[in-house]
């Protein structure tokens, strides 16, 4: 059984920056797409980023690009999240999902970690 927990969330200013891991236990990560969704109270689950390790190919919502920078780390067996530059706006709990296509589709990811709380202050 694969299983996805997340770590790392946290508070910090508005300017500031956090890492996010997604370990995965059961499985290899690279076996998968693995992405990353946050949810803001009040409002649906969305896109952040997603990683498919085979073909070295990221995607990134519009959102973060170039302050977000997912990568992979064999040696552990996990996927990050490394987050720059953050602002109030990317207030949430943050989700590692997992799924064989890259998307940005959350009905496409059927791993789900239980989520890590990230809160920027203004």
């Known amino acids: 059984q694969v299983q996805l927990v997340e770590s790392g969330g946290g508070l910090v200013q508005a300017g500031g920056s956090l890492r996010l891991s997604c370990a995965v236990s059961?499985?290899?990560?690279?076996?998968?797409?693995m992405g990353w969704f946050r949810q803001a109270p009040g409002k649906e689950r969305e896109f952040v980023a997603a990683?498919?390790?085979?073909?070295?190919?990221?995607v990134y919502a519009d959102s973060v690009k170039g302050r977000f920078t997912i990568s992979g780390d064999n040696a552990k067996n996990t996927v990050d999240l490394r987050m720059n530059s953050l602002e109030p706006e990317d207030t949430g709990v943050y989700y590692c999902?997992?799924?064989?296509?890259?998307?940005?589709?959350?009905?496409?990811?059927?791993?789900w970690g239980q989520g890590t709380q990230v809160t920027v202050s203004s």
């Open positions: 999902a997992g799924g064989m296509v890259l998307t940005q589709r959350r009905e496409e990811y059927y791993l």
């Open positions: 059961g499985s290899t990560f690279r076996r998968y797409v």
């Open positions: 990683l498919y390790w085979s073909g070295g190919n990221t």
